[in-house]
């Protein structure tokens, strides 16, 4: 079986809203999981969108598989690093304000 992948690091979104986007694509064929990208309100799924074409591109140029002969075989949101910041709060003292970011691993299947 042939495999094309794509990998995207250090998105700068929480990878709890993401994996809400990579949830709606789970397992389905390449054309109806870009068709749901696109209709989704999600900012996630904007994000997951462009490494889902990449994968394409991939599994195009490597492998010279058509784009209605793949599938997705697995969708990841791994964590990446957290930005540590603080915000001035009263009396002198601050608050941590993490800014969190993601990985997102998209791996194609041939049908």
Not at 5 to 15: D, E, F, G, N, W
Not at 67 to 73: A, D, R, S, V, Y
């Amino acid at each position: 079986m042939q495999f094309a992948r794509a990998i995207t690091k250090y998105i700068r979104i929480s990878p709890r809203k993401a994996r809400l986007a990579a949830g709606l694509i789970r397992g389905l064929g390449v054309e109806a999981a870009t068709l749901q990208l696109e209709n989704s309100p999600l900012r996630g799924a904007r994000l997951l969108k462009k490494t889902l074409a990449s994968a394409v591109a991939n599994a195009e140029t490597q492998l010279e598989l058509q784009k209605p002969q793949l599938k997705i075989h697995e969708v990841r949101v791994d964590e990446g690093p957290t930005m540590k910041r603080i915000k001035p709060k009263n009396r002198g003292g601050r608050v941590p304000v993490l800014k969190r970011t993601s990985h997102f691993t998209i791996v194609l299947k041939a049908e």
